[in-house]
């Protein structure tokens, strides 16, 4: 079944073209990677999938308005405490109250950050402040979560921990589009992986596919390392 | 499913009508008894009303509320409606006033007199002299003089003693003459810094701290008397002056007790005004 | 400078004897301005947000306005709010020229540009940094901007010593519409207007003095605040 779905979308900022017609389909149940170097659009792509931005072209969502979140580069937390930032994403996101001590403590369980619930949450560390992000969009049980470039702030131990979580939620059955430079990271997780340059999607195949040679060009050597900014 | 920031949004707007209007502070309802006076800076900066108007209120339980401006500003507070009364020092501004119908009638109620100041070396040498010869002497010599050219009765009457020596606009024939556009004291500290010549009243010269090296060079002239009326504003023009109140102040300040307490106002030892109410 | 020593000896003096007339003057100058300060805080925090986030045809002249506002003479504002207020004026028939009530509706005029010009200007860069975090957790645009103050509250809160401070130290706008009448409208500005204008300038410079001492008092009391939420905010940035 088909989440979220892009026709021939461009998104322009001011005189820059940050996407030309884009089209694109998010099945449930996928984990698709968005690769590409700096400024190939993998953020404003990102972002008009989730409805964050004006664009020209069709953005169809699947009928039952599935329930979405996103995870951004550097984790915006609010001057509050742990707890309270995770209360606020529960309050934006219309759920009950009764509900709230229960889902916030699962959150924390679930990313490792139990104990911490009256912490500033600004005083934490990058990874610690990464995986409260996650919590707080786990939390609100996404049936679509979207990732812009997770983990390229942070360090390889806390690389390795919000990874397993991402695999954790995949495996869960959440379906996840993210956006990375690592090409690790990619092989990893991917069911499928989109690859941008210049605000178009050039290549767009299942993993296996995308690894196996059959690229040409830019973007072989892309995956080849010698063209990664 | 209700919006949950969107209701709070409609309770954080209606909390916010409630601080507005909680905070404002509204003004005493005891201002019943409360009248509005406009009258001039020198008469205030006196310490006149200071001494008189809690007599006043002991005898009659009016409050007077006093706002000093210079007297063309005062009158004009009256022509607005802004004062209950004016108490001011310009007989043919004040006649005009109750000529136009702003006011019921105007009332005599004392008078000082005006003195020249400057510096005590005197380089223009008018010490002693009578103030016609004095200014056309000022003139000649260029000296510096201060004037508040502000439309107060101070202001209308260094213009009138300037036309009596021949010189109708001082500001463009003398050539040490500078014009302020503010009150007694102002025009006070800029001519002692300046160490130059002016016409004050001689309640705010006795009650001036700051005279650095001026001192008293031309008094007692005739033409130097100064005189003050009270006259309360018609609510005929405007209807809803206090007039009963404002009458009760003008009616006790021309009143042997009024007349009494203005006598007895005093800086070190001279009275600063002379009560003359019935002339 | 042995004016400025005597000024200083006064101003000790007035403050330790606390004479009743000064301190009726101080009460009024915290109270006017305070409240002042209070409304233009709950009408121009929302208006600073909002104009972070409106769109709307003509929000760049109306940013142009309030830009220019903030240059706006005190007695400017005092002038045409007595023309208002004046029994001649439209508001003529309320009755508060002269009045407290009075003043404090002018400083809010004076401050209002002040709270939304400097709200907007910090919300929309802290938007620049959580918006599209806060959009995407489901805020409206304007609910966006409102959260921002709260995530800015210390920003909020320095906003608010500035208009105070612009407040309590004018003298232009309640000098006009108070008539800086004795027992009444007098503050602590009109209060050292008029002993300047009197020649009694030690008196003046002294109050003068105790104006500043009253404010830093204030500041005082409010870093005392900040510092009290410190623990909690301890390596937070």
Same mark, same amino acid.
């Given at each position: 079944?088909?989440?979220v779905?892009?026709?021939e979308v461009?998104?322009?900022?001011?005189a820059?073209?940050?996407?030309?017609s884009a089209?694109?389909r998010i099945?449930q149940?996928?984990f698709?990677v968005?690769l590409g170097? $700096?400024g190939?659009?993998?953020?404003?792509l990102l972002r008009?999938?989730h409805?964050?931005?004006a664009?020209r072209g069709?953005?169809?969502?699947?009928g039952?308005?599935?329930?979405?979140a996103?995870?951004?580069?550097?984790p915006?937390?609010m001057?509050l405490?742990?707890? $309270? $930032?995770?209360?606020?994403?529960l309050?934006?996101g219309?759920v009950p109250?009764t509900?709230?001590a229960g889902?916030?403590?699962?959150a924390?369980?679930?990313?490792?950050?139990?104990?911490?619930e009256?912490?500033p949450?600004?005083a934490?560390s990058?990874?610690q402040?990464?995986?409260?992000?996650?919590a707080?969009a786990?939390?609100?049980?996404?049936?679509?979560?979207?990732?812009?470039e997770?983990?390229?702030?942070l360090?390889?131990s806390?690389?390795?921990?919000v990874?397993?979580l991402?695999?954790?939620?995949?495996?869960?059955?959440?379906t996840?589009?993210?956006?990375t430079? $690592?090409l690790?990271?990619a092989?990893?997780?991917?069911?499928r992986?989109?690859?941008l340059?210049?605000?178009?999607?050039h290549?767009?195949?299942?993993?296996?596919?995308?690894?196996d040679?059959?690229?040409q060009?830019?973007a072989?050597?892309?995956?080849k390392?010698?063209w990664?900014? | 499913?209700?919006?949950?920031?969107?209701?709070?949004?409609?309770?954080a707007g209606?909390?916010v009508?409630a601080?507005?209007?909680l905070t404002?502070?509204?003004?005493?309802?005891?201002?019943?008894k409360?009248?509005?006076?406009?009258?001039?800076t020198?008469?205030?900066?006196?310490?006149?009303?200071a001494?008189?108007l809690?007599?006043?209120k002991?005898?009659t339980?009016?409050?007077?509320k006093?706002?000093?401006?210079?007297?063309?500003?005062?009158?004009?507070?009256?022509?607005?409606?802004?004062?209950d009364?004016?108490?001011v020092?310009?007989p043919?501004a004040?006649?005009k006033f109750?000529a136009?119908?702003f006011g019921?009638?105007?009332r005599a109620?004392?008078?000082?007199?005006?003195?020249?100041?400057?510096p005590?070396s005197?380089?223009?040498?008018v010490k002693?002299?009578?103030?016609?010869?004095?200014?056309?002497?000022?003139?000649?010599?260029?000296?510096?003089f201060?004037?508040?050219g502000d439309?107060s009765?101070?202001?209308?009457?260094e213009l009138h003693?300037?036309k009596?020596?021949?010189?109708?606009?001082p500001?463009?024939?003398v050539?040490?003459?500078k014009?302020?556009?503010?009150g007694?004291?102002?025009?006070?500290n800029?001519?002692?810094?300046?160490?130059a010549?002016?016409?004050t009243?001689?309640?705010t010269w006795?009650?001036?701290?700051?005279?650095?090296?001026l001192?008293?060079?031309?008094?007692?002239d005739?033409?130097l008397?100064?005189?003050?009326g009270v006259?309360?504003v018609?609510p005929?023009?405007h209807?809803?002056v206090?007039?009963?109140?404002?009458q009760a102040?003008?009616?006790?300040?021309?009143s042997a007790e009024?007349?009494a307490a203005?006598a007895?106002y005093?800086?070190g030892?001279?009275p600063?005004?002379?009560?003359n109410?019935?002339? | 400078?042995s004016?400025?020593a005597a000024?200083?000896a006064t101003?000790?003096?007035l403050?330790?004897h606390a004479?009743?007339?000064?301190?009726?003057i101080?009460?009024?100058?915290?109270q006017v301005?305070g409240s002042a300060?209070?409304?233009?805080a709950?009408?121009?925090l929302?208006?600073?947000?909002?104009l972070?986030?409106?769109r709307?045809?003509g929000?760049?002249?109306?940013?142009?306005?309030l830009?220019?506002?903030?240059?706006?003479?005190?007695?400017l504002?005092?002038?045409?709010v007595?023309?208002?207020?004046?029994r001649s004026?439209?508001?003529g028939?309320?009755?508060?020229?002269f009045?407290p009530?009075?003043m404090?509706?002018?400083?809010?005029l004076?401050?209002?540009?002040?709270?939304?010009?400097l709200?907007?200007q910090?919300?929309?860069?802290?938007l620049?940094?959580?918006?599209?975090?806060?959009?995407?957790?489901?805020?409206s645009?304007?609910a966006?901007?409102?959260?921002m103050?709260l995530?800015?509250?210390?920003?909020?809160?320095t906003?608010l010593?500035?208009?105070?401070g612009r407040?309590?130290?004018?003298?232009?706008?309640?000098?006009?519409?108070?008539?800086?009448?004795?027992?009444f409208t007098?503050?602590m500005t009109t209060?050292i207007a008029?002993?300047?204008s009197?020649g009694?300038?030690?008196?003046?410079?002294?109050?003068?003095?105790v104006?500043?001492a009253?404010?830093a008092?204030?500041?005082a009391?409010?870093g005392l605040?900040?510092?009290?939420?410190?623990?909690?905010?301890?390596?937070?940035?």
């Amino acid at each position: 079944m088909t989440l979220v779905a892009l026709h021939e979308v461009s998104v322009h900022f001011g005189a820059v073209r940050a996407l030309h017609s884009a089209s694109l389909r998010i099945g449930q149940g996928e984990f698709v990677v968005l690769l590409g170097a $700096n400024g190939s659009g993998k953020t404003t792509l990102l972002r008009v999938l989730h409805g964050l931005l004006a664009h020209r072209g069709r953005r169809e969502q699947a009928g039952d308005a599935p329930r979405q979140a996103m995870v951004f580069q550097r984790p915006f937390l609010m001057r509050l405490s742990v707890l $309270n $930032n995770l209360r606020l994403a529960l309050w934006l996101g219309g759920v009950p109250r009764t509900a709230w001590a229960g889902r916030c403590a699962a959150a924390l369980r679930r990313v490792g950050l139990q104990g911490l619930e009256g912490r500033p949450a600004r005083a934490l560390s990058g990874g610690q402040q990464q995986r409260l992000a996650l919590a707080r969009a786990w939390m609100v049980q996404p049936q679509l979560l979207f990732l812009d470039e997770p983990t390229s702030s942070l360090d390889p131990s806390a690389k390795r921990e919000v990874e397993a979580l991402l695999a954790g939620f995949a495996a869960e059955g959440m379906t996840l589009v993210m956006s990375t430079h $690592n090409l690790g990271q990619a092989k990893r997780l991917a069911t499928r992986v989109v690859y941008l340059e210049d605000g178009e999607i050039h290549a767009d195949l299942p993993v296996d596919e995308f690894f196996d040679g059959r690229l040409q060009g830019r973007a072989r050597q892309f995956l080849k390392g010698e063209w990664t900014w | 499913m209700v919006s949950r920031p969107a209701t709070c949004l409609r309770r954080a707007g209606l909390a916010v009508a409630a601080v507005v209007t909680l905070t404002l502070p509204l003004p005493a309802r005891a201002q019943d008894k409360a009248i509005v006076m406009a009258s001039t800076t020198s008469t205030e900066q006196s310490g006149l009303f200071a001494h008189l108007l809690p007599r006043f209120k002991q005898a009659t339980g009016i409050e007077v509320k006093v706002v000093a401006l210079g007297t063309g500003q005062a009158l004009d507070m009256g022509r607005r409606g802004d004062a209950d009364l004016v108490f001011v020092h310009d007989p043919a501004a004040e006649q005009k006033f109750v000529a136009e119908g702003f006011g019921i009638e105007r009332r005599a109620v004392m008078s000082n007199d005006f003195v020249i100041v400057g510096p005590k070396s005197d380089p223009a040498g008018v010490k002693g002299k009578d103030v016609v010869e004095a200014l056309k002497k000022l003139a000649a010599a260029k000296s510096a003089f201060i004037s508040r050219g502000d439309k107060s009765g101070t202001h209308a009457a260094e213009l009138h003693q300037w036309k009596a020596a021949g010189i109708d606009a001082p500001a463009e024939g003398v050539a040490g003459y500078k014009a302020c556009g503010c009150g007694m004291g102002a025009a006070l500290n800029i001519a002692a810094s300046a160490n130059a010549y002016l016409l004050t009243d001689r309640g705010t010269w006795l009650s001036f701290r700051n005279r650095a090296d001026l001192g008293v060079l031309v008094e007692g002239d005739k033409r130097l008397f100064n005189p003050y009326g009270v006259i309360v504003v018609d609510p005929a023009r405007h209807p809803h002056v206090k007039k009963v109140l404002a009458q009760a102040f003008a009616d006790w300040v021309v009143s042997a007790e009024g007349q009494a307490a203005i006598a007895s106002y005093r800086i070190g030892g001279k009275p600063l005004f002379i009560p003359n109410a019935g002339s | 400078m042995s004016a400025f020593a005597a000024s200083a000896a006064t101003a000790v003096d007035l403050i330790v004897h606390a004479d009743p007339g000064l301190r009726r003057i101080v009460a009024l100058s915290l109270q006017v301005s305070g409240s002042a300060c209070a409304i233009a805080a709950v009408l121009g925090l929302p208006l600073g947000a909002w104009l972070a986030v409106a769109r709307f045809p003509g929000h760049r002249l109306l940013l142009l306005l309030l830009n220019t506002a903030l240059a706006l003479p005190a007695v400017l504002v005092g002038l045409v709010v007595y023309l208002l207020l004046s029994r001649s004026g439209p508001l003529g028939a309320w009755g508060i020229l002269f009045t407290p009530t009075a003043m404090v509706i002018a400083q809010t005029l004076l401050v209002l540009p002040i709270v939304a010009a400097l709200t907007r200007q910090f919300v929309g860069d802290a938007l620049r940094d959580g918006g599209d975090q806060l959009r995407s957790m489901g805020a409206s645009p304007l609910a966006c901007a409102l959260l921002m103050l709260l995530h800015g509250r210390w920003a909020v809160m320095t906003v608010l010593i500035a208009a105070f401070g612009r407040a309590i130290a004018e003298v232009g706008a309640v000098m006009i519409v108070g008539g800086n009448i004795d027992g009444f409208t007098r503050v602590m500005t009109t209060a050292i207007a008029l002993e300047t204008s009197k020649g009694d300038l030690p008196l003046a410079m002294a109050l003068g003095l105790v104006l500043l001492a009253v404010v830093a008092l204030v500041n005082a009391l409010l870093g005392l605040v900040q510092r009290g939420q410190g623990p909690a905010l301890a390596g937070a940035r």
